[in-house]
């Protein structure tokens, strides 16, 4: 059985790989299988998350006070979980994943993986105030790695882009919003920049993944609540997406403090004791539930009253409930809960949007809750565009264009601020600029840029470069790496031959097991022969967007090494000389 199970691995490993000749198959049919079967997985979880929250909330009804010892002690199961694995109750798993795919390479343990996926059920069938979309992120970035890896052969950098996808696809399954999904994994991984090089890819299978959600579960989203109306703003909508993202900005100032403190102290806590968060987060969920049960677990129910003006608060009462809210959030994800805030920002939006218009009568009560959401969810996620789609999107709604404006407001004033700290504020991409910037300066004059058409690639490179054989262990050529300081290493087949097979980075070497021979991580090295001209090597680093080429001769030998950095330095002197020149001119 193991035999036959294995022949047929291999031979569809060898169909995909046949198959993977076409660009069409990698951007278009591989993202459609991990949405299908990311699709199903999430769609399956995104059920069961609803289904625990209500069942949580009929038995915290039925025993009363005595839901407390419920709470605690499923507090006490999850808490446990995040010490043993993180040292202390690290719950929010959005963030979470912001750090597996930015410092791990993309990988995501099993281990990890359940306690965030399965932790988050149990943390909002006690009560406790998360949502769906960050477990979703946890399972569809594992399903989207290992299908990379396992299915389709893929390197262990491109394994971290199928996991990306694989994410998308997860919350656009759970949310039934494919765009804002595509949007939210693209966006969210940096607070002023976007990951573009995978967007075809990610928009394939968070739509492959929404259909096969609909088919499973039905149209309906997670809040089935939809708004309508003229799509025309009037300048009542104009001044409510105004207010609301001034407010929103506020609220989610706020959260992200109440955050920031919660993380600092839980962390000596859970030192104490693993039961002291678990104990205080029980306890504040019993006495919230006797003054306001309803913004207790996800909260979603609390947008539908609000849009349609079924709560029975008042504006102030409303506005103060949303604050609870974010702050009840904030302290389930650092005292021993774990899960998302897509659902929790839906509720905070909805009491704030409902306080607003509470206040301010004048103002469309639908627009104001639409716009207080988008500001809101902009605010803490240092994100806009998916901010406005998951407005409309989730909500339904009419007022994009107040509901841009409060996510714009509330982005721009929360700017480098944000509830994951694990978001890095942009790509690398300073040195590709300044690359791209003096090229452009220095072939403006034409005896400068025949001066570097006269010089090869190989005068300007690093003709000795730590080389690793393929036979090397990452461990071993992670001690080195730590020595010398690079982030990437040449892997040729041994050292006498120097052919060159491609070149591992430092990322790589600390992701992975350190046996792990080279050979197995080596990325495809793009080659430039020695005698290339200087400006046409630039022009590739730029156009290819690599930060540095392997000068090889005809039979694959290693000759050197350019990076942009030492593309940037010649051209520094260059530029000098060009300098100096005009200065005379200007003097003469």
């Not at 979703?136 to 389709?152: H, P, V």
């Not at 900005?249 to 004791?273: D, G, N, Q």
């Not at 300081?485 to 050292?495: C, E, I, L, Q, S």
């Amino acid at each position: 059985m193991a035999a036959r199970q294995a022949i047929r691995r291999a031979a569809l490993a060898t169909t995909l790989r046949y198959l993977r000749i076409t660009p069409l198959f990698e951007s278009i049919v591989e993202p459609m299988i991990v949405g299908l079967v990311v699709g199903v997985a999430a769609a399956i979880f995104g059920f069961l998350f609803s289904l625990y929250e209500r069942s949580g909330a009929f038995v915290r009804s039925l025993l009363g006070d005595y839901s407390l010892f419920l709470s605690l002690a499923l507090f006490a199961v999850t808490a446990y979980a995040l010490v043993a694995l993180f040292g202390w109750y690290e719950g929010s798993s959005t963030n979470k994943y912001l750090e597996y795919y930015h410092f791990e390479a993309g990988r995501i343990g099993l281990a990890a993986a359940l306690v965030f996926i399965i932790g988050s059920l149990v943390t909002v069938f006690a009560g406790g105030s998360v949502g769906p979309e960050g477990p979703a992120l946890i399972l569809g970035g594992i399903l989207g790695y290992y299908m990379a890896q396992r299915l389709f052969s893929k390197h262990a950098y491109e394994a971290k882009e199928y996991g990306l996808i694989g994410a998308g696809a997860a919350v656009a399954a759970v949310f039934k919003a494919p765009f804002t999904a595509m949007t939210f994994v693209l966006e969210v991984l940096y607070r002023r920049d976007l990951e573009t090089s995978v967007f075809l890819e990610t928009l394939v299978a968070t739509v492959t993944a929404y259909l096969v959600s609909v088919a499973l579960t039905g149209p309906t989203g997670i809040t089935s609540v939809s708004i309508g109306g003229p799509l025309i703003p009037t300048m009542n909508d104009i001044l409510a997406g105004v207010v609301a993202g001034l407010a929103a900005t506020l609220v989610a100032r706020i959260m992200v403090l109440s955050k920031h403190v919660f993380a600092e102290v839980s962390k000596p806590l859970s030192r104490i004791s693993v039961l002291v968060g678990p104990t205080i987060l029980a306890m504040t969920i019993w006495l919230v539930g006797h003054q306001h049960p309803f913004i207790l677990g996800g909260g979603e129910h609390v947008a539908v009253e609000a849009i349609h003006g079924k709560l029975e608060l008042s504006g102030p009462e409303a506005i103060i409930a949303s604050i609870e809210k974010a702050v009840l959030t904030t302290l389930t994800l650092t005292m021993g809960g774990t899960g998302g805030i897509f659902l929790p920002l839906v509720a905070i939006g909805g009491l704030l949007g409902y306080g607003l218009h509470e206040l301010l009568p004048s103002l469309d009560l639908r627009t104001m809750v639409l716009a207080s959401t988008a500001g809101v969810f902009a605010g803490t996620n240092s994100v806009v565009i998916s901010a406005v789609l998951f407005g409309v999107e989730v909500l339904g709604g009419h007022a994009f264009i107040p509901a841009a404006l409060a996510a714009t407001i509330a982005y721009v004033l929360s700017m480098g601020s944000s509830l994951h700290s694990n978001q890095l504020p942009r790509r690398e991409v300073a040195k590709k600029l300044a690359l791209a910037s003096l090229l452009h300066r220095i072939t403006e004059n034409e005896s400068f840029r025949k001066r570097l058409e006269s010089i090869s690639v190989l005068e300007a490179a690093n003709k000795n470069p730590i080389v690793f054989a393929s036979r090397t262990r990452a461990g071993e050529a992670l001690r080195v790496a730590a020595e010398r300081g690079h982030v990437a290493y040449p892997v040729v087949d041994d050292y006498k031959s120097m052919r060159l097979l491609g070149y591992v980075m430092l990322e790589d070497l600390i992701a992975v097991n350190p046996d792990t021979k080279l050979a197995e991580l080596a990325r495809p090295a793009p080659v430039i022969k020695p005698d290339t001209p200087l400006l046409r090597a630039g022009l590739m680093m730029i156009r290819r967007d690599v930060d540095r080429l392997f000068i090889c001769d005809d039979e694959g030998r290693l000759l050197g090494l350019i990076t942009k950095t030492d593309l940037l330095r010649t051209l520094m002197n260059i530029y000098e000389e060009l300098l100096e020149k005009e200065i005379e001119k200007a003097f003469e």
